[in-house]
């Protein structure tokens, strides 16, 4: 699954417009404790998250993931996003929650982290 099509399957706003959409999903994530996605995140990773700040960007970039997706229709800082498009992640809000976006990527085939 690409992030453009994890966008339509969600209903989700890209953030960072046109940046990242054809990257393709490996399997999903949902965490909030930066170092344990430090730790854990891996290449082409749609991870969930309610983190917003800069440093969710960095370590999205750091583990090479497809995207961010932020449930709840949250918003991200223009700070965070304008380093997004930078270096190339793309940022999704959803109106879902984290439980449902997870649902719906696991009942498209999306496997959760190895």
Not at 38 to 61: F, K, S
Not at 85 to 107: D, R, Y
Request: aromatic share 4%.
């Amino acid at each position: 699954m690409k992030v453009s099509e994890l966008k339509t399957l969600i209903g989700a706003e890209s953030l960072t417009p046109g940046v990242g959409e054809d990257r393709e999903i490996t399997c999903g994530y949902t965490c909030d404790l930066l170092s344990w996605v430090m730790a854990h995140g891996d290449e082409g990773m749609a991870w969930v998250t309610v983190q917003t700040h800069l440093n969710v960007i960095a370590v999205a970039v750091l583990s090479d993931m497809a995207c961010v997706i932020l449930p709840e229709g949250i918003r991200m800082e223009t700070e965070s996003l304008d380093k997004a498009v930078s270096e190339g992640m793309a940022v999704l809000t959803s109106p879902l929650t984290a439980f449902e976006i997870c649902g719906k990527l696991a009942a498209q085939g999306v496997p959760p982290k190895a």
